[in-house]
Each structure stands twice: as structure tokens, then as C-alpha cells.
């Protein structure tokens, strides 16, 4: 297991623990880094329900180390405050009650500089525990560091996605940030379909291979998986505008019974952050509101839409068994939050290349979200982790232009409840192989 | 393609039209016999937004063949009253405007006399048109019979689903019919297993055989199913009052995210319809409030419900690959509405065989409802039968005491969102071979 | 006090029971002729949580006689069932649980029949005791009686309000009764005014003088009125659609803040039962869907419209004290349910005179429903008539086209909130005098 | 008309400009130092639709004076942001389209600096525009400031109101300010009662006279009040506790029926911000958590708490007229924001005196917000300061320990609905005359 870039090949037992307190360090700057645009009153607002104010996000990252390995293994630890174990708590409901999520706005104190305090603390303590860790522990550390990283990482993807939305609410369409990686201006060529033939995949993480995985993509196991075609790329703005001006989202005709209802309760009439300005459609982003790119792929689509889009095209949306069968074959690069575009870019073109598997926007696929053969969760408030949340949520793949490039592997395994559009969500199509 | 039995051997082609005809007749009644003991009041009752006044399941079930047969392959074809056809449209969104669902139990006219008179409308049509039918058309409306038909069955199901929650919302706990047949009273075994080899098998209908299936149903596919174990009879009430006992209902550990906050947010403590009276737990069935039988399965169980009982028992629900595999060699037999209980009963043990895959409860799987690979919707309307519907919805197999014995096959993919309790819905369980 | 005719002069003392039997039977049999017409199937809707089932409605008033009258008081009374106590009540929460309020369309049984024997089983045991009450409690029997009587009549208006409400929801618009009484066809003068100087008025009914009245009009007490000129006839629907066509649901300029947000978020844009055909407005009636009469006061609508309106034509509603004080002048005439027209007509003008303060529409007026000094509850269940709903309700005068002719009085206070529009409602408007 | 004490003898033509400087300085000082105790998380909170962040707070004031003055007065005045004028209009919806208020804790930018910036560009061209005001216009600017003084005063009480109820979901309980003045511990005497004759009083602000009013006063009138008694002071929480303890929010007895309904629905056992902790009751005050001082005034009541208590006494509210008429004979002096305890404390005893009618708590009274004979709401936006809000509230009496002594009157009312509590909100008995 490494460090949480799944690419070293020391062993736990092997690796100088000094490489893991720099990860640990590496990670908790980015995390840092994020916030530095940020006011004090950018960090207060819960635009929504799913949406977490950042200054809980920074607590709760820090909070799972605490929880975790601080109170467990660090024999001469003192928590800050006891009261922060209750509000930075996030849905681990077996281990205490958690602070109730939609309240998560409502609390001023600890204020942001209370909160950083507090990373402070823990950080301190970290490098303390890792400088000198209890011999008799130390797997269990490094196993639970190797979650806690990712964990962090997830929610560095998350505090993007949750900042654009707060950022969003406000009229004045604020920036988060003014010096962001200019986009590329490539010209997309025609859909092509790349096809595969029938036979037995095997599909999620291999246990006895190097490199971490989370829990849901244990138990490699075998699929049959029937011949298919995927398209070469994900669906652009462009091809969704055709999409939108042939009437897509005003008859229910391609939709799921489900996704009809939703966009007539929300009155969806376009992708998220959409919005049409003197006849030209813009979008809002992080570097403020521009004209959409119709090159690029489209984002800030549900599932709903993505099926919708697919069934008026006469395809379909790939399986994830489908996605992971290709996505074996292609590099683990793209456009990452390291490429520091903040949105999904158009690409260069490649005839015959499957392009933007990874990065970009998260890829939903046709599959719910459901544990694979022989799942099992980890003990614990750590078995909280993944398996509870396998009931009414679709898979999405690939990672997208807010994830760090070394969180994301072909076997991860994504997951939001259909009608959610707030994460970088895209699709490619897939289709029968005649 | 056979009348809706899927037993006889004759093709569309050469099966006299009498055979379909009395088939048409035979089902027709069935659904009248069932709402013999109804009061007229009975018939306008809509105890929740998924339930239909049974007054609206037997005027939609005619419609379905003036819709779909009479109007477009009846020359002389007059409707009774052409309001109907916007009144008793269930969700054929292309097909004109249906009436809002949760409004059925405020229409009193047509008054339920009116709607026999429909029907008998509807029944005189289609017995004018299938003795004599058009040559050209003959083909077609065959095929529409043949989806019309099972349509019937399903809502005699329904209308048996609906009578019980209408009437248990009656603080006088009136019984449907007092003259059931009496049940049986068995002593279950303790539980054994059935194991199942690891391998390649041919899931869905086979189109090319005999037999009505529906679209879900179709586009048989390879699915590698790895080595499992599976229960040789569903879960029992006395099983599942054990669960309670533990304080299954109390504590969020087994339960997925979604169905811990249902549990909370509807106060659930037990199945739908038990009641405890001095002590004794009582449930309520189409015959009346009696007393838990513990030998017989238990019933009107959600998926979370049945999830979290088997997380809690170490074991998983099966995947419906699994159940389809083990199903293959069960012969179709079991507690069906011929039977006449109206409830799921005890089955006489016999050691070692696999136990009511068929009949008495619907069986919750693992799996969600999803297209089979390369499912295509029906054009036109009939193309809403099913496909819409999959998203947020799971699996279930197998058929219950209120389906007609001829309705159900071992490919049938009956489907409910994970908190619907109000099917005679139950579960058995599975888990990894060793 | 007087057997609900309000003019007969002997003392309960003196008056014989017979008459107040005869009474008693006349009120009974008016209840039973307004529910001639229906069918068994609407007997059972409640198109909304305000509106009760007919059923109840017949059921819970004879339940008042036998909760208040026969079980206290007839010393061999044997209830027919001891289920309906609970069923029936409505909302006396010191008499038992009462049955929630909206679940009363899912009560399927005791069927119309059940409630009809119910109805008769009442009568008789009211009969029987009427012609030979025990002594020692003959005068609170009349007493009760005599809040019984007018109870049953203030159904008789809820059984039209609530029968014109459920048939209103059928797309069939189906007609209650097709022999109605034909509307007159005057047209209306211009509006006119009558002054009133200022003075210490005398408000609430004289507890000394002969005839019933509620609770809520007791204890007469001085209110100064100041100065004021009041409206000698109702609003027309021509008047309202002046208002309308003026943008009057556009503009938020003369809305109650309530009002206007009760009127987008119910998307009003006329008056209940209002809908435009070819381009003519045409309206609901217990006849019917018929073209709107512009001379006929307007009606069905709620206080928020009645307020705008008197805003937006420079006016205001009269307070209660101001409508009783020019009601003592009126003679109790008008358009009652006895002229059978069930529905607010045209009247012929007559210059000078004030018309339609009784019959034809409740008048909302500018009072919100609070005590009367020196206001006392009646002790026990009865107490809860009139008293704890004096909260978040404006009162309404004058009585209307549903109304019995003797159930209204000048002093009569009846109330609904302020967004209800199904009660037969209107308004008549007042200014200051210059 | 005078600055906003309400004392100052000249008329606003002969009043040196400099004084109404003087008190605009004053007032908005009073504003910020109100705020000066907030970390700037504390200032983005909407604990609850009801409650405004303090940012909005301090902006919509400030904005008050843009839009009514400077906008139309002020020859050369130029905006800060032109988009400030969307997000800080409260509900003058004649005025452009007020930002939606719940979303008020949306709004991250502009920064709580932004909106000091703000409130120093207004003040620097507010007092410009007073040193030197147009001559055509000095009147119109007198009467506007006239009504925004105590506009913003009336913000300052809703500031604390609102801060408490911010900081109370805060499970941490922190205390807004550490240095409050100390709560003296008088022993209440038992409740005395002041008779009142019958007869006419004069109700309303006198026009004629000098000193500010709102609209809603005006109209002076004439109004027979009968006979009453009135409590010599408001009821304590010790008596309040009584209630409680003698099952008041367990039984619907004394309880309006939307009052009942509101216990059940919001599981109210206690008043606001009270919480049992080692069977003492608490409460959280704007000094931190503390015990009940159960010689004070009870205070976070609803209307409903307030009459069903009245009830459970034997007695009642006093109606608004009532309480005026007591009133002035009352000097305008007690526990105002002034005394710096910002909670209602117990008073000294003075037999035969009727204490604490003005500060403390606001009083319910049993009278509705309704308009007073001849109401005419000002033109334009500044009419809905008042007038719209005329439907569904109650009146309150008297001021509270958050109210500036110099805002408040004998003929002020205040209004909230009758379910609200986070105002300070506590009431006084009153009862017939024997
Ligand atoms: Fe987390
Ligand atoms: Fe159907
Ligand atoms: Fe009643
Ligand atoms: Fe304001």
C-alpha cells in the first residue's frame, strides 16, 4: 500500500514512514490551498442541503484523523476541544450522533481561524505520531493514514464542487478565482465508436496488488460482459444544445419516469449553471460566468439528462463493467485539478484514440451503485464508509477536472443519487454491437 | 405467442382465435370475481398516492383494450364516453394527458355501475372484433392481446394489493372475504443452503421460444455468476420477530443510509399491517386481524427492511442472476391466488429441496431494475410499459399468493422502489460459497 | 328559546315538546333531501382536508345527539355500534380521540347504507325520548337540542359547500341537480351608499330576549363606531372582472402580503370554480358549468381577494360591528336555500334601499373572529363549539344562498380563513365618511 | 415631527438641521456597536426563514436611506454597487424585486467589509446631503429620515433577536457578550388587579401632535372600552412554570385550536430557549446559558402559550385598547436596551402600582393586527411599511429589555403571527369587571 499516489511499490512494512508524513503534508497544503481565495464568509454558506459550508469540510478532514488515529494510537493526544468531535463528525453514526447536515450553515463558532487552529492541532500531532509511531500500532496507522488521505482528497474534489455552488447563489456570479489555466480552443471531430468483442472481464481492484482502493471496489470477480460499442469521447455542449433545440427537455418522451417528474418540479430547462445572455448561452464557472464552450464536454448534467440525451440519440449509457473494460486499456491521464482549468476543456483530437476516460467530467454510467460479489464492510464506524450509502445512487467513472490526478484509478468507483447535478458530471454513450 | 397461459405450444399464427377469446374471457371475469365482495364505497377509496380506487383499476384495465385495440382495429368502434379515455389513461404520457394520479379517489363519476357498463362495452367490442377479425390486423392485435392480457393479470394483483391497504386503514379492521381458504400450519425447518458453482448463465427470455414474456424481460444475455449459496425457503415471521427482538428497528448498524432515515422518518417498528394486541403480535390480511403465524414468511417487508435484516443476519439478499439461475430448476409451482389464502403460509418441509421460489411472497434481489443489454422500448405508447420505470426501483422474483399462477415465469422482473411495503413482498437470503 | 325558528315566543318551560320534536324532524329531513341527489359514490370524496365525505357529515350529526343527548339522557340508549363514537366525532378532543380530520375519505365502512341505519336508529331513540324525556333533565335536553338543531343545519351548508367542491374536481363537471330553480336576470344599478353617524352601538345578541344564538354572539357589549358609509349591494362579477381585467392578480400593489403570496403560489387568477371557455368566463354551479352572470354578486372568492379589491377601488370591508349595526335595520330576506336557486343571483334594484345583506353571500368582513368581552366557554365537550377557533379567522355575515332562512340572524358571526374560497363567500364594500 | 426621541418641542421647520444630523450619527452608532461583539462567521447566519443574517441587517438599513433619500434627493449621488439595491430591499416589492429572503444566508459576497464600506458611503453622503440640504426638498427629506430613524431602531431590536436565535443553534451555547449588566434578584409580590370603568377612550396617535408615529397609529379613534381589570404585572416564569408543571402543553384544554396544533406539530414543552439540564431549567440568554430567574417576566412565548396560559388562569389578554387606555396613565421608563441586561428581569414591588408596562417583554395582547378606521397607507414603496402586514398577526404592547427607550410609545404597536417566539415576547392578564 502507498502513500496515497498508488504508484510507489514499497510494502507498508518497507516504506520509510517519513514518505507518508510528507504525502500527509502534500495533502493537507492542497487542501489549504483550495481555501486561500476563499473570505471568511465564502467558508459560512450551506447553499443546499448536499452541500457542506468549507469551513466543515477543513474541521471533518482533520476531525478523521483525530477520530480515527489520534484518539486510538497517539498515547499522549489531547483533543483541542471535545465539542468539535460532535460538529465535525459527518454520517458515522456509530460513532457518536453526528451534527444534523443541514444545519451545517447554522454554525458560526468555531470561527474559520478556531477551525484552522484546529488543523494546526492536528497536524501537530500527526507529525508528532508519525515521527515516532508505537511500534505495536503501526500498520494499523499507516493502513488507516492510507485511508485517511483519499478521504482528504475526496474532499478537496468536493470543496470545489460545493464552492461553485455557494458561489453561484450570489447575482453577482463572483469568482473564485481570476488566474485560471486558459482554456484550449480545439475543434472536436465526429463521435466515433470504438468496439468490443463479448467475453469474461474481470472487474475491481485486484487485493493483491499494490496501490490502494476503497472498500466498494474490492472483490475483483468476473462479468460477462456482451459485445459493445463506446464512443471515442464524452458528449459535447455543442451536441447537447442540438439536444436542447430539438425539444429534449420539454417532452417526456426519452426521459425516465422519474427524470420527467424532476424536470418538471425543477423546471430544468438546461444543464446546471446554464443561462442564456442576449441569445448566447453561458455558463457559470470558477473563473466566473463565460460563453459555453461547445467543444468541451458537457457538464453539470444528472443521470436523468445523460439517459434522456442517450435514448434521443439511440444509444445508451455505457455499463460500469463496460467503462472498466475499457478504461484497462488507457492511460490514467487528462485533465486533472493539477491542470488547473477548474472546468472540463475541449481536446486535440486523435483519430482512432478513445479520448478524456480520465479527467474532465465524471462519466455516469448505466449502472446503480450496488456492492460487488463477496463486499464486505470494514469494521467499524470505518465500515461507515462506502457500503451504506449502495441504495439509489448511479456509478460514475473517470474523474474529472477537479480531482487529483493520483485519486483516481480505472476501478474507482464514483457514486451521486441520480438527479444530482452539482458534481463535474458528464457522459459518453455507448451502444449494442450489431 | 400463447393466450397468457405461456403453456400451450401453438404459434399466433395457427391457434384458433376462440382459444384467445376464451382467454380474454376467463381473465376478464377473474378480475370481477375479485371485486365481488367490494361496496360500492370500497371502490373509491385511494389510501395513498401509489394505491388506485379499485373502481379505477377495472374502467383502466378496459381501456387498455379500447386504447390499444379497439380504436385502431375496430372499423365501428364507438366509445361509450370519449371523456374515459383521459379519465382511466394510467401513464402513457404520448398517448394524450393522464389524469393526475393522487386525484383518482376524487372522481365519483363515472359511478361504479357506469364503469361495469364500460366494461361490458369494452368486453362486447372485443368479442365482435375477435370473431371476426381483420385479416390484415389480425397479427397485431393478437400481439397487443398478448401484452393486454398479462396487463389484466398484473392489476388483479394490484387491485388485491390496494383492497388490503384500503381496508386497513378502517379502524374497524373489516375482512375482505370471510371465507378463505384456511392455512395451513406447518412447522418450518431450520434454515439450510443450496450451493451454486461459479460459471456463465444465459439470463432473460428466450425470444425465440414460446411464451408471452415482457420487454424487461427480454434480450437473453450472458451474466458470469460467481460460486454462491442460497436459502431453500424465505424468511419466516418468526425469523424476523428475532430481528426486532435484537433491536433491529432501533439501531442504524445493518441498515443502508437511505432506509435508516425512512425508518426514522416513518416511525417503522415492524411490517406493514402488525399490530400488537395484549402482547401478541397480530397482522392484518384480507381475511382480518389474526394473529402472526411464525412458520409462514414474513411479508410486507421493504427492501431496506429485508437488506438490513440479512446484513444483520451475516448474510446478503441474492442478485437476480442468482435467483434466475436457481429458478431455472424450480418447477412453477406454489401458493398462488388459486389458492385461495391471500397470504403467504408454511410450507411442508422436505429436506434439502429449494422451497417456495414460487408464489407466497414476492422475493426482494440485490439488484436494482435495469435494461437488460440491448433492451428496446415498444414504439409508440406501449413503449411506456415498462423501460420508463427503470431508475430507483429493485428487483423482486418469484410472484406472491395474489398472482395468478399463469402470470409468472422464472425470467418475470417484478420491480418497487426500496421503501414500497405495500406488495406481499418478502425475501430470502444468499451469501458467498466458502 | 325556540325550537330553531327563532320566532315562536314561548318559553322552553311552556313550549310543548311536541313542537320542538317536529322541529327536530323537519331539520332531519331537510339534511337527507340535500343528499337525495347523490350517489353512493359521492358520499365518499374529500377533495381536500377542509372538506368532509357526505357520509360523515350525516353520520356526525346525528353522532351529536347521541353523544350529547341520548347517552347522558336516555336512560335505556344502546349505541348501534360503539366504533362510530370514534369515527364521528369531529373535533371535540375532550370527548375522546377524534378521527384525523383527513383521513376521513379512506373510510370506506360503515357504507352509506350502515350510516342511513345509523341515521334512522338516532331517530328513533330521539323520538322516543322527545315524547317522554325524564323530568329532572327536560330542560337541559332542549337546551342541547337546541344547539343541536342549528348544528345540523350549519351541515346542511358544509353538505352544499362540500358537494359542490367534490363534484367541481370531475372533468366531467358533473351537475348536482338539474332542476333548479331559475336565476332572475335583473341588471344592476350602479353602486350607491348609505351613511351612518358615529355612535356607541349595541353588538352581540341580548342573552334576554327570546330565540337561540351561538356562544360566540353572546355577551352584548357597547362598540363606538365611527362615522361610516357602506355599499347597498354586494360586488357584482361584472364589478370583479373589472378588477381582474385590470390586472387586479398581476400586481402585488393592493394585496394583503399573505394575500399575495397565497395568490402565486396557488396560481389564482379568478374567482374558485371561475374558467374561461371561447373566450366567455363561465363558472361552476350546482347546475352546472354555466356562463357567469355579471349582475350576480361575485362569489367563491377568499378575503385576500375581497381585501385587494376594496384596495384597488379606493374602498375597505366593513367591519363586523359596522355590518351589524346597518343589519339591525334589514329584514331577514333574500336569496335562502329555500329559493332553491344555490347560487347568488341578480337582484332587481330598488333604489334607497339596502339589498342583500342576508342571502346570497357570506359578506367577509375586515374583523378577524376574536371574543366578545366577557366571553365564556361552555363548560365540557360543548364548549369547544365556537371558542378555540378564534384564531387566524376573519368573520363572515348575513348567511347565503345555502344557508337555511331561519338559521341566520343579525347578530350571527360566522368565520373561515382568510384564504378559503369554497364557502359561498363575497363581499360588499365601506369607505369613511367625508 | 422631532429626531426620533420624541421629546424635542420644534417643529421640523424651525429645527436646526444639525440635530436630525445628530441623531442620524447617533442611531446608526448605536447600530454598529450592536454589532461590534460579532466574529464575521456570526454575521452570515439565516438560522430560520424569520431571521436575517446580520450582514443583510446592517446593508437593508443603510439601503433604506439610499433608496428613499439619497436616490431621489441627493443631486450628484452615486451608488457603491448598483446591484446592492436587489440584494438589500427587504419586501418593498413596489421598489424592484426583492432579493427572496431565505436565501439572505446565501450571499457571501459582498464581504461583511464590503458592507462597512457600504454604511460609510451612505453616511458620508447622508451628511453631506444634511449639511447642505436642497431647499425644495429639506421637508420630504425631514419626514423620509423621520420614518428611517426608527426604521433602523427597529432593525437594532430584530439585530438582537436575531443574534440570539443565530448563536442558540450553536450546541456549543456561546455567549454573545460576557459583560452584560447584572440581573438584580427582586422577589415578585403576589399579582394585583387595576379596575377600569366602562366608557369611550380616544385610541391612536393625535396627528396634531408633535412626535414621530408609523401609519399604523395613526387614525386616532374612538373606541368603548368596557369594563376590565388588568394585572398590576406581566406573568412570571415561576407562574408560567406552574402551568407546565400542571400538564399545560400536555392537554388541548385551554389551547386554540392552530395553537394546539402548532404544540404537537412542534413538540413545544417549554418556552423558547428554555432546556432542563440536572433538573434545573435554563435558559439561553445573550449572557450565555443560565438558570430561570423565576421572579421574571416569562418571555419567548407564543401568542397560542400566552392565551392558552390566560385561559388555565381564568382570565384573558388584555385587547390593544385596553392596554392603551392603561397605558396612558404609565411613565415610559424600565428595562429597555438601555439598562444593558438585553433579557427581562424582575422588578422591585410597589404596591397599588402597575408595574413594568413599557420595556422587559413585549406584551400580547388578544387583539389582531388590523387597521384603524381611516388607515391609508402611504404612497408609493414606503406605503408597504405597514398596511400589507395587516392579516394574520396579533398586536404586542409596550417594548422589551432589546427596544431603544426613544422608539417606543403609548400608541405603538407591534405585530407578529401568533406562532412566532423569538421575539421578547411575554404577556399580561386581564379580566372582566365583577
Ligand atoms: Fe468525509
Ligand atoms: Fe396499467
Ligand atoms: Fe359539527
Ligand atoms: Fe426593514
Redesign the interface.
Known sequence: MSPAQGSTIETPDSLHIKEWLRAYQRIRAATEAICAPL???????Q?MPDVSPP?WHIAHVSWFFEAFILKPFHPAYQPLDP?YD??FNS?Y??HGTP?PRP?R????????DDVYRYRAHIDRAMEALLSDPPQAHVQEILRRLALGLPHEQQHQELLLMDIKH??A????C?AYRDDLAPTPAHAVETLGWHAYP?G?QYIGHDDTEEGFAYDNEMGR????V?A?QIADRPVTNGEFLDFMQAGGYDK??H??????DTVKAEGWQAPLYWVERDGIWHHYTLGGLVPVDMNAPVCHVS??EA?AYAQWAGA?LPTEAEWETVAHDAAIQGNFVEQDHLQPVSAAGSTGVLGQMFGDVWEWT???Y??Y??FRKLPGSLGEYNG?????QMVLRGGCCATPADHIRATYRNFFP?HARWAFSGFRLAK?SL
Open positions: 473570505h471568511k464568509e465564502d467558508y459560512m454558506v447553499s469551513k465539542a460532535h460538529l454520517y453514526v456509530t451534527f444545519g450553515g447554522m454554525i458560526s463558532r468555531p470561527t474559520v455557494i458561489l447563489q450570489n447575482p453577482l463572483p463479448a469474461v470477480h468476473r462479468q460477462f456482451e459493445f417526456p418522451d426521459w425516465l419516469s422519474d427524470g420527467w443521470f436523468y439517459d445508451r448505466g449502472s446503480a450496488r456492492p460479489p463477496g451504506k450509502f449502495m441504495s439509489g441520480p449494442e
